[in-house]
């Protein structure tokens, strides 16, 4: 018989699985922000600079006000931990998950080798002579190979033949990303950078896709196949054998969660025989929007009833929310959300608008304000402005000058 659990207690399974309702720690150093990495998988990156870059928050929303340059460390250089490689999207991920990725390497190879007409085949002469010279010169990015010849056209972006060669060959494992500057990848041979024993002959297929299931069933905690499949934006006919070998195995239990449905019919769903059942979850964060806890929109809906969709791509006039708002969770549902920018040449963490979500509870803005000041401190600002904008501005208002 399949066991039930309430929507409640899956809320609180899922924040639990992803490190919410610990305590925070008074000085985060590498032993716990290698925790957060362990737990999560992966650590999305993304551009967008105006409150922090993506791939540092998760760790922020979790373990609070950590070293910045502790996260580089792990993840930069041949010493790092962690390896930039397409996991979710553009993600760092411990090194050692590197082999497991080889199938979606393999996908890459042969979408762009010549029996599918892909750029690869049409510029292996190029692809030939980059390895070349990463391997005469060592590490470099793509604007200091790029020469007279390399004409920027085309849809991508404006690229040269240089950086979108380069851009394949970082898909099917022929180079690694080992830095960025200026956020532009750096690019060296995998032998370069990564360990002998992490370029050996790599598990079978199937192997890889079951790892990669159990990692995200124990980072979500409870899932059904489409969130299981999202976490490392596999295929469902990928998934669907790992999720049949995982349960005969033990490590899934099959649940069903009263309201998480396919259509009419009751969603089938499994926990992850390590995910604690917490009674209660304490927790106030602020979320990035390519937080695990919130980037699989269904699921977001599904477990918090929170409709989310970043603005980024938004024309001005038509945005709601802000260009770049952030989820607030409180306790354990996602409560409101925050469009913060930090100004750093004023010294000022900008509240520009703030929204509390219909099942928001009394004292929210109160409960947020730390968080918010939490954040500053982060970012080395010294004061917190509120534009006024958005129906919990004025409360959040209210309360910093009241604290």
């Known amino acids: 018989m399949v066991d039930v659990v309430s929507p409640a207690l899956a809320r609180r399974i899922a924040l639990a699985a992803q490190g919410f309702g610990r305590p925070i720690p008074a000085a985060p150093g590498a032993r716990a922000l290698g925790g957060v990495v362990d737990r999560l998988g992966l650590l999305q990156i993304d551009s967008v600079n105006v409150f922090e870059r993506s791939h540092y928050l998760p760790a922020f929303s979790r373990i609070g006000g950590y070293d910045r340059a502790v996260l580089d460390r792990l993840a930069w250089g041949r010493r790092g931990r962690l390896v930039e490689y397409w996991a979710h999207q553009a993600a760092f991920i411990p090194r050692e998950l590197w082999p497991v990725f080889e199938f979606r390497r393999e996908e890459y190879r042969r979408s762009g080798t010549s029996e599918w007409g892909g750029w690869l085949s049409e510029n292996r002469r190029l692809a030939d002579w980059l390895r070349a010279e990463l391997a005469a010169n060592g590490p470099m990015p793509a604007s200091a190979i790029e020469h007279d010849a390399n004409e920027r056209r085309g849809p991508w972006w404006g690229w040269s033949d240089v950086k979108r060669t380069l851009e394949w060959m970082f898909r099917t494992g022929e180079v690694v990303c080992v830095d960025r500057r200026r956020f532009e990848r750096v690019y060296a041979l995998p032998e370069q950078a ?6 050996d002959a790599a598990p079978a297929e199937a192997d890889q896709v079951r790892t990669l299931v159990e990692r995200a069933a124990s980072a979500l905690g409870i899932a059904t196949a489409a969130d299981l499949a999202d976490y490392w934006r596999m295929k469902s006919a990928q998934v669907r054998p790992a999720v049949a070998d995982l349960v005969d195995a033990g490590v899934l239990l099959p649940v069903e969660v009263p309201g998480w449905t396919t259509g009419s019919r009751p969603a089938p769903a499994w926990l992850h025989r390590d995910a604690r059942r917490p009674r209660r979850i304490e927790a106030a964060a602020l979320l990035s929007p390519f937080d695990p806890v919130v980037w699989f929109r269904p699921r977001a809906e599904r ?26 969770v409180i306790d ?14 004023a010294g000022v963490l900008r509240v520009q608008s703030a929204w509390a979500e219909p099942h928001a509870p009394a004292g929210t803005a109160e409960r947020l304000v730390p968080e918010l000041r939490r954040a500053a401190d ?3 600002l010294g004061e917190i402005v509120v534009t006024g904008r958005g129906d919990l501005s004025p409360a959040i208002a209210s309360a910093l000058s009241s604290a």
């Open 378 to 380: 982060w970012q080395g």
């Open 332 to 345: 354990d549902a996602v409560v409101a959300r925050v469009d913060l920018k930090s100004d750093r040449a």
């Open 194 to 199: 990564l360990d002998p024993a992490l370029l």
């Open 303 to 328: 477990l918090f009833d929170f409709h989310y969709r970043i603005e980024i791509y938004t024309p001005e006039p038509q945005r709601r929310f802000g260009y770049y708002s952030l989820p607030v």
